[in-house]
């Protein structure tokens, strides 16, 4: 049972070029979210999708986009990278059914931008 | 929308001592505080969950209370071993529905042996 698997684990881009994180989860979870993590900011709510076929803005949405593939993947896109998108980014999913909420998370992309 | 302050952020205990974090929350509506911990370079994972309908949850070691009206929730860590060192997170949200946790900043826990 993988859980959520994220790819890739690191990455360094410069300025302006852009890239795509990868989130498949084997759970049959219904949500799915990408969360990243600065030092002394916790972590921080990007965009979500509360099922296939819908995403939603987040706390910090800007300079990013989405795509919920289907139930299983849910990708993060940075069309033109800049200095401030350096952080840890984290993918992970639920099933908010309100007996068992926690959030599974995948192992994080620590993503550089020079 | 919610908004969950998290403090010490950092915390810093000799081996054996008990530590406590705290949050509080805006939301009276938020009815599902869950707390995370996240070991240096790895995930953050659940490790106690607390629903508003009771006030204390107790597993081993760790212990999780609830105050509604002061909208407050505390982590509890007695007999803390060098392991238990890591970055802690509380949450909080509304159960069900548009479930979308918000997250403290976090605390650093620091145990010495």
């Known amino acids: 049972n993988a859980g959520v698997t994220q790819t890739p684990k690191f990455q360094v881009l410069k300025t302006g070029q852009s890239m795509t994180l990868q989130c498949a989860q084997d759970m049959n979870h219904n949500s799915m979210y990408w969360y990243r993590q600065d030092p002394g900011m916790g972590l921080r709510l990007i965009y979500y999708?509360?099922?296939?076929?819908?995403?939603d803005k987040g706390e910090v949405p800007n300079g990013y986009n989405v795509s919920r593939l289907n139930k299983r993947e849910f990708s993060l896109r940075l069309e033109s990278a800049a200095p401030s998108q350096t952080s840890v980014y984290f993918c992970?999913?639920?099933?908010?059914?309100?007996?068992?909420?926690?959030?599974?998370f995948g192992s994080g992309t620590q993503l550089s931008v020079l | 929308g919610e908004n969950v302050e998290q403090h010490p952020s950092t915390l810093s205990v000799q081996e054996g001592d008990s530590a406590v974090i705290k949050c509080t929350y805006s939301?009276?509506?938020?009815?599902?505080f869950p707390w995370y911990k996240q070991e240096l370079g790895k995930r953050p994972q659940l490790i106690i969950d607390?629903?508003?309908?009771?006030g204390e949850k107790k597993d081993q070691r760790i212990a999780v209370t609830l105050n509604k009206t002061a909208k407050h929730f505390s982590l509890h860590i007695t007999e803390t071993q060098p392991e238990d060192s890591a970055v802690y997170f509380c949450?909080?949200?509304?159960?069900?529905?548009?479930?979308?946790?918000?997250f403290g900043r976090g605390t650093s826990l620091i145990v010495h042996p």
């Open positions: 999708s509360a099922s296939e076929g819908t995403t």
């Open positions: 992970a999913s639920s099933e908010p059914s309100g007996l068992d909420e926690k959030l599974f």
């Open positions: 939301d009276s509506a938020s009815n599902y």
């Open positions: 949450a909080a949200t509304l159960s069900g529905g548009s479930y979308i946790p918000t």
């Open positions: 607390i629903r508003s309908n009771v």
